[in-house]
């Protein structure tokens, strides 16, 4: 199975603020902070169609996720080399390779990892290709350092992408994409950040955690090895992982009340925005909802006064429920400067033998807080404190 991307409108539009240097904190466990950026405004929107993310337009190599969709894209920065030279990048459980641009790109217009600069930096030279619907992302691999957390990991094998795919990338508001997969989707089966780190013992625990701040400006936070209590409420409900690739689970139900998905296979997914679905759900769902397809592509559009008297949107997994209610699912926009609300929904038909499937994005991660678990392979979930009612 492959990546794809879900690239809907360019977002140019975008609010900027300071993420704070990486820190240690008590417990043993690394704590990154992860910042949102808001994509709210929209102009000039492009007529793309939603690109499959997880397979259909790459018959090679596997793709990694394009964000943001409309509400944030969170961030974190890393470094490579000796020197330090930083990067703000996106931590993607949907993807498990690292990628930053490199000095040899000359249409990059982010940060550029200069390898003639490290005294760590090994040479290794191999071609490197990830296929996306907007185009192709290439480079060459390398071997150098990596700093996250405040963790030196040695021997990391990464990307220096000398090509990115189309406007989108070069209008993101991140420099890279670091994946936090399993390795048996590594495109050129190079090893995974995270299991370099777990390989050379520097976690007290093989896992790793996200809370995902819901407001633009707001703090959010990975930690590496462990999670953080303080971020959720009540009991972790656990669910195994069904296969080690993607983040993926199986749940009892997923959907709204009258219009529950016959799919039963969900990926967790920190690199996609929304909730995506098989489309003929989604449209069912959006149509019981009062939303109409925008002729944009791939997004629904519904009353912002709709928003509390929508029903609840829920995953049935692990013995439990969770609920998104209208209020968290639907996303207000400005499309020209004008205000509009969309749902925080896509359709998206995976084919068979990997699809259909479901993958819950940010929208609901931001609602429950989500804790990876390599050694034991299973998914934890906890509500997220303060959320929205």
Request: with cysteine; aromatic share 12%.
């Amino acid at each position: 199975m492959r990546k794809i991307t879900v690239a809907i409108l360019v977002l140019v539009l975008a609010v900027n603020a300071q993420i704070d240097i990486l820190s240690l904190f008590g417990n043993n466990t690394i704590r990154v902070p992860l910042l949102a950026r808001n994509q709210r405004a929209i102009s000039n929107p492009a007529p793309y169609h939603p690109y499959l993310k997880y397979g259909v337009h790459a018959p090679n190599p596997a793709s990694v996720p394009l964000h943001d969709f409309m509400n944030a894209q969170y961030f974190g920065v890393i470094s490579l080399g000796s020197p330090a030279q930083s990067f703000e990048v996106i931590f993607d459980t949907g993807s498990s390779n690292l990628w930053v641009p490199s000095t040899y790109c000359q249409d990059c217009n982010h940060a550029k990892y200069d390898h003639s600069k490290s005294t760590t930096y090994q040479k290794n030279g191999s071609e490197f290709a990830i296929r996306y619907g907007s185009g192709s992302l290439s480079g060459f691999v390398s071997t150098d350092v990596l700093t996250w957390g405040g963790l030196k990991v040695k021997d990391v094998q990464f990307a220096e992408a000398t090509e990115e795919p189309g406007e989108t990338f070069r209008r993101g508001k991140f420099d890279g994409i670091l994946g936090m997969a399993f390795r048996s989707i590594s495109v050129d089966d190079l090893d995974p950040p995270f299991q370099r780190t777990m390989e050379q013992g520097l976690l007290p625990q093989n896992m790793f955690s996200f809370y995902l701040p819901s407001r633009t400006g707001s703090s959010g936070e990975l930690v590496l090895g462990g999670y953080d209590k303080s971020h959720f409420t009540g009991d972790i409900t656990w669910v195994p992982v069904s296969s080690e690739t993607y983040w993926e689970v199986k749940v009892d139900s997923i959907g709204i009340e009258g219009r529950k998905s016959a799919c039963n296979t969900v990926i967790i997914d920190t690199g996609t925005s929304l909730i995506a679905g098989p489309k003929d759900e989604i449209d069912q769902m959006a149509n019981k909802m009062g939303a109409f397809a925008s002729p944009l592509g791939g997004i629904y559009v519904i009353s912002c006064g709709q928003a509390k008297s929508l029903p609840d949107f829920t995953i049935d997994m692990g013995g439990r429920k969770f609920v998104l209610s209208g209020p968290q699912y639907v996303m207000k926009v400005k499309v020209f400067g004008f205000p509009v609300c969309i749902l925080g929904m896509v359709g998206l038909d995976i084919p068979a033998p990997r699809g259909p499937l479901w993958i819950l994005g940010d929208t609901f991660i931001r609602e429950y807080y989500s804790i990876f678990d390599v050694e034991k392979e299973r998914v934890g979930f906890a509500d997220v404190r303060h959320k929205l009612r």
